[in-house]
């Protein structure tokens, strides 16, 4: 079976409370930091800094704020589309 490298990715799982993230490096925009991918792909298959996946976006260290954002910002346009 042969792997469909444009529809893949690789996302790198690490501990909550770890420092260093193998081929990921850190990036601090407004005060805050974020997680980006040091290079492009590992043999053709790009590295993610985050996956969406059945609809769950998964995130290197695993935490629930990019899922959060995502369901309010879902749970908002269906607010305002029920006012109207």
Same mark, same amino acid.
Request: hydrophobic share 35%; net charge positive; proline share 5%.
């Given at each position: 079976?042969?792997?469909?490298?444009?529809?893949?990715?690789?996302? =790198?799982?690490?501990?909550?409370?770890?420092?260093? !993230? *193998?081929?990921?490096?850190?990036? #601090?925009?407004? +005060?805050?930091?974020?997680? =980006?991918?040091?290079?492009?792909?590992?043999?053709? !298959? *790009?590295?993610?800094?985050?996956? #969406?996946?059945? +609809?769950?976006?998964?995130?290197?260290?695993?935490?629930?704020?990019?899922?959060?954002?995502?369901?309010?910002?879902?749970?908002?346009?269906?607010?305002?589309?029920?006012?109207?």
């Amino acid at each position: 079976m042969q792997l469909n490298k444009k529809k893949s990715g690789i996302i =790198i799982f690490v501990d909550r409370r770890s420092h260093d !993230v *193998p081929n990921i490096m850190r990036k #601090k925009e407004n +005060g805050n930091s974020k997680l =980006i991918p040091s290079k492009a792909d590992i043999e053709g !298959v *790009p590295i993610c800094e985050k996956y #969406k996946y059945l +609809g769950t976006i998964l995130t290197p260290k695993v935490d629930c704020s990019e899922q959060i954002s995502f369901i309010k910002r879902k749970a908002g346009f269906l607010l305002e589309e029920y006012i109207r």
